[in-house]
């Protein structure tokens, strides 16, 4: 099984529709991050979280909502989905101590908005 | 602001080439570099950090090395196979006060094609 888990893997929705991506983790990692992905641009950093209360905007926030449910689920919403936000979305993980900073992703959710 | 940047954007060679994979980057107040390999349709998976402090990191047929004087990192695959044909990214998490130094930057990759 997969140490860093997205649901739904592929999502097709219509405008204004809202929209839950699920993210789940078995590293035992405090940190959690919501990255998107389009074609031709690098990863933008979305949303991310130090611990269950402490969440942070990142980069590309307007839009998007984050909710950290437990330390292992962290979950990203789109209120009314614009076509705009057609892309692929990570979660990634990164232990606090150790090799810091080492960043552990999710295999990505496909997100069409038409 | 940090900027990554990635050349090329593509690259094709035959199998049991050494090759390598160049990643520049604008700030050289980095606190890592981490390279990744990205399949079609697939999530990012880490294949080496590199500290700051750390001049370069080996695992198996690749070796990654960093010099942040001169803002470049380079990727050494030996031996390349059918199997390495992927996207390979970069990305530089800068050395920022306050909430920017969490963030990381990412370059947009250079995509491998290892011909059999």
């Known amino acids: 099984d997969a140490d860093v888990t997205q649901t739904p893997r592929n999502r097709i929705t219509k405008t204004g529709k809202r929209i839950m991506l699920e993210c789940s983790q078995t590293?035992?990692?405090?940190?959690m991050y919501w990255y998107r992905q389009d074609p031709g641009l690098g990863l933008q950093l979305i949303y991310y979280s130090f611990d269950v209360k402490d969440i942070n905007k990142g980069e590309i926030s307007d839009g998007y909502s984050v909710s950290r449910q437990a330390q292992a689920k962290f979950s990203l919403s789109l209120e009314s989905a614009i076509p705009n936000q057609t892309a692929l979305y990570f979660c990634a993980t990164s232990p606090r101590q150790g090799r810091t900073g080492e960043l552990f992703f999710g295999e990505g959710s496909r997100l069409t908005v038409l | 602001k940090q900027e990554v940047t990635q050349i090329p954007a593509a690259l094709s060679v035959p199998e049991g080439e050494n090759l390598v994979l160049n990643c520049s980057f604008t700030?050289?107040?980095?606190?890592?570099l981490q390279w990744f390999r990205q399949d079609p349709g697939k999530g990012l998976t880490s294949l080496l950090l590199i500290q700051s402090s750390q001049r370069e990191q080996t695992s198996g047929r690749l070796n990654a090395s960093l010099d942040k004087s001169s803002g470049r990192s380079t990727l050494y695959i030996a031996a390349s196979q059918p199997g390495d044909s992927a996207t390979y990214l970069c990305?530089?998490?800068?050395?920022?006060?306050?909430?920017?130094?969490?963030?990381?930057?990412f370059g947009k990759g250079t995509k491998l094609s290892v011909i059999p």
């Open positions: 700030d050289s107040a980095i606190y890592n």
């Open positions: 990305a530089v998490r800068t050395a920022y006060s306050g909430a920017g130094s969490y963030q990381l930057t």
């Open positions: 590293k035992g990692h405090d940190r």
